[in-house]
Structure formats: structure tokens, C-alpha cells
């Protein structure tokens, strides 16, 4: 599976930005899509993810500005953030979580940087 992020750029404090990620390959039923964040120094961490069954969860910084939805059938993701702030720059990259009898995949997107001025 390839993993295609799309929608970082530079914002202004209080600003909108729209992630979307692109699932190209073999997709399980079951399975969770997510958006993780990462910056220089610290480890990657999780931002939002949706699954197969439209559950949702969210990091803290995130809930009330951020929201993640998918299209099943374009097999895509997107983070809508909103009310962007500094701390949320770094680069976010999109994830796959997918089960099936006797196995287990995850695969990641190549990233994209979104930065937040002040």
C-alpha cells in the first residue's frame, strides 16, 4: 500500500489548513487511518484517526480544532485543522492500520510540513 499526503503549507496563527491522504493498494476491511505529527527532537505522535467503522479519537491539542473524516470511496483521508496555532508546526504524516486473520500492516505516508507562524 502507498500513502500519498497532500495539503501542508505555511498559515498564519488562527488559520485553516486541509490534509488529505491518498490510499493506493490493497485495502483490508478492517482497518485505521491516522494522522501523526512529528518535530525535530521529539517523537512522533498521534494527531487523529478515523477506522473502518468511522470511530474517532484525538490527541488533547487537537480536540474542538481539528477533524479527521474518509471517503471510502476515494480511499482517502483528510485533517481539517482549524484555529492553527505555532505548536502545531511540524510534519504530519498519514498512517495505515490495517488487520486481517493472522496478520497485521501499517504503512506511513512521506510527510508534509505544516507550518504555523506567529
Known amino acids: 500500500v502507498q500513502l500519498q499526503a497532500s495539503g501542508g503549507g505555511l498559515v498564519q496563527t488562527g488559520g485553516s489548513l486541509r490534509l488529505s491522504c491518498a490510499a493506493d493498494g490493497n485495502i483490508f476491511g478492517i482497518n485505521a487511518m491516522g494522522w501523526y505529527r512529528q518535530n525535530l527532537g521529539n517523537e512522533r505522535e498521534l494527531v487523529a484517526v478515523?477506522?473502518?467503522?468511522?470511530?474517532?479519537n484525538y490527541a488533547d491539542s487537537a480536540k474542538g480544532r481539528f477533524a479527521i473524516s474518509r471517503d471510502n470511496a476515494k480511499r482517502t483521508v483528510y485533517l481539517q485543522m482549524n484555529s492553527l496555532k505555532p505548536e502545531d508546526t511540524a510534519v504530519y504524516y498519514c498512517?495505515?492500520?490495517?488487520?486481517?486473520?493472522?496478520?497485521?500492516?501499517?504503512?506511513w505516508g512521506q510527510g508534509t510540513q505544516v507550518t504555523v507562524s506567529s
Open positions: 478515523i477506522t473502518s467503522g468511522n470511530s474517532t
Open positions: 498512517n495505515l492500520k490495517q488487520w486481517a486473520v493472522l496478520q497485521r500492516e501499517q504503512y
